[in-house]
């Protein structure tokens, strides 16, 4: 990467209050990189091997559904990490990801960021209370969504 | 009970389906009109022989009274079933209003979530009608599904008129490419300049707090922020006791209030 | 005629001319309310003649418990915390606000009119017209102004009647309320029985009291005989059983909201509502529309409704105030509370009635010692609003 992109990883939000030498580390596992809209990062049942700091744009993750185009089920955006599944076996992507608009992002390499954090037990640990803190948001925000909180209030009582 | 007791007379005059159970009417005067309102008041509407429910008024002054109703029981079923030519009883205008009289030269920011826009609407509309008083406008709104968004044909006009419109839904439909997620998650994202900003937010109660938690997490105080009250309004003119809220009447001191009033008394269980 | 208000010192009636002072308010077109002895209480109703008051009658009370006795003298007004207040004339329980009729396209509305009647309250004790005020103040002004109370409130003609023997529950003097009327009477009588005597002292309240009362045999009152019964309402005032700390109640209760007290008055508290139907200051209302058969005509009633009741915050679905716990709360932190930020007083004026009316006792003077004690030991954890 280049300096500038490297001070680029360096102000991402994912990445705030990261020690400089962790920082560094990681940079050698990723890339910064730029999609077009409309275009696929992963798909279900595919291997996971990396996943996104996105800087800029939005990716929709979605399901394919029989009979319809692919569902969306989250949009994500600038700020946002995308993928989890390459961290634990079976390493396999639960959800497809394609971009939504033109995309900037730092692309991170599962195994290289894997093998770093197995050498270097602060960066990992730095990388999983991330990791940890991002799908707790999410999980959270689902929670919400779950809750219908615009859905008919009594809608889901039993019958009269 | 004070002068506002009796309904004036009103005429259905156009009757749109928004979403599969809200419908907006637009109201016609058959006597004197009631006074004039303000953007975040409400009016208590009546359906002949079944009974009156506090709805808010979600159009501006001129070219009619309009109110977007949804249908969730006796009385706004039968409001929403209300036919063109049909008559129907109006008391008010009520409550406080939103005020961003006093935000020129600021940043506006609009949440609504779910028929919450509605009341919203008038205020946006005052806004975009005076567009370069304001530096950023924004609204974001949450809605269940893609096709439960109300007003979602002026989604392109209000871009068209310098307001940056971000939807998000709950739950994608086919065909929908826009956000999916919740609206605390466009307000991380969006440009304002937090320091100059005004909030106004507006959804189911849970949604407001989070709503305006996200936004004082970005930096815009508590005072900025407005929100719209709800609890249980009968008389609409302060007189019942039923719109309590601690200290607060809302029918006269709300339903628009600061979030620096509001937080402590929505962190209190069965206030 | 213009009758100037005498400036020096009351008049001295007997007990006797009790009959010419209603006669004159029958005579003006006024029907005479107040206190007469019927099913076991002291109820107020419509008096036909003087004789009606309830001479001689007195009352035992107590937490829960309420018995007239006769007493050993003929006092008519020796008594107190009957279970109705005033509020029941000036804001009545039940009362037609609309009626509509269908009409080929549409419907037409009518308010309802009748001219409210002349009412003249005879013998309301100084708690209870500060009570009037405070409902004056929550339904009669301001934007209330025209309004179906102020109409019934702007005829009313008030005989009071200060306080010489405080009722076993009554904190008056706390509050600010008593035992000595405050403004807003056109006659305040002190009752003076003993030793084969029985009078009133009388003060002139209002050019109309002086009027109403012109005919009435009476004489200026000797120093004596003023000192008599200005010392017996003074005495009454320190022998109250009960006190409240008025000037701290609105800070107590903003801070109480997360007290765990409210468990244990929850523990008791049947939520029946009959401290807000027996209060002289509650005022809440719910309306109801009713509709006949044909479906061609309907009306609005307006209606009493306590904020005990599990509909009163009814909302999507559910009550916000769903335990009983929350609705006490409501009721006490409203009455002594935040009465103060919507009104501008407080709401109680210890006149004792929840006390007496409450069917398991609860003593909210007693509640309100326990928030203080608990508020001054670790304080306060949890919600504060």
Known sequence: ?160 | MSLQAVPARYRVVSREAETRDTVTLRLEPVDQPIGPHQPGQFTMLYAFGIGEVPISISGGPGSGLLQTIRSVGAVTRALCEADQGQVIGVRGPFGTDWGVAGAAGQDIIVVAGGIGLAPLRPALLAVLAARERYRRVCVLIGARTPHELVFAGEVAAWRDRGADVQVIVDRAAAGWHGHVGVVTQLIKRVDIDPGATRALVCGPEVMMRLAARSLCERGVAPRSIRVSLERNMRCGTAECGHCQIGPLLLCRDGPVISYQRAAPLLSVKEL | MDVPVPADGPLLMEAAALAALHGALVGAGYRVIGPTVRDGAIILSELGSADQLPFGWGVSLEPGGYRIRRRDDTAAFGHSAGPQSWKQFLHPPREKVWSARRVADGFEVEAAGEAPPRLAFFGVRPCDLRAIAIQDQVLGRGEHDGSRYAARRSGVFIVAVNCTEPGETCFCTSMGAGPQAGPGYDLALTELVGDGAHGFLVDIGSAAGAEMFAGVPARPADHATEDRGRSAVADAAGRMGRSMPADALHGLMERSYGASRWDDVASRCLTCGNCTMACPTCFCTTVEDVSDLSGDHAERWQLWDSCFDLDFSRLHGGPVRSSPRSRYRQWLTHKLGTWHDQFGSSGCVGCGRCIVWCPVGIDLTEEVAALQAEEGQAGIGGEQP
């Not at chain 1, 990261?18 to 279900?44: H, I």
């Not at chain 1, 730095?126 to 615009?150: E, G, K």
Request: charged share 20%; net charge negative; proline share 6%.
């Open chain 1, 1 to 160: 990467m280049s300096s500038s992109e490297a001070a680029g990883l360096a102000d991402h939000p994912f990445l705030r209050g990261m020690s400089a030498d962790c920082v560094a580390l990681l940079g050698a596992a990723a890339v910064a990189v730029s999609v077009p809209a409309g275009r696929r990062l992963f798909d279900e049942g595919a291997p996971a091997d990396k996943c996104w700091l996105l800087t800029r744009g939005n990716v929709a993750l979605d399901l394919h559904m029989p009979g319809q185009r692919n569902l969306i089920v989250e949009t994500l955006g600038s700020g946002d990490v995308i993928g989890f599944s390459w961290l634990s076996p079976p390493h396999v992507w639960q959800f497809g990801a394609e971009t939504v608009e033109p995309t900037g992002a730092f692309e991170l390499d599962g195994a290289a960021v894997t093998a770093l954090c197995d050498t270097h037990p602060d960066l990992g640990y730095q990388i999983a209370l991330r990791m940890l803190a991002a799908a707790v948001r999410r999980l959270q925000a689902t929670r919400i969504r779950l809750l219908d909180l615009y859905g008919m209030p009594g809608q889901d009582a039993g019958p009269r």
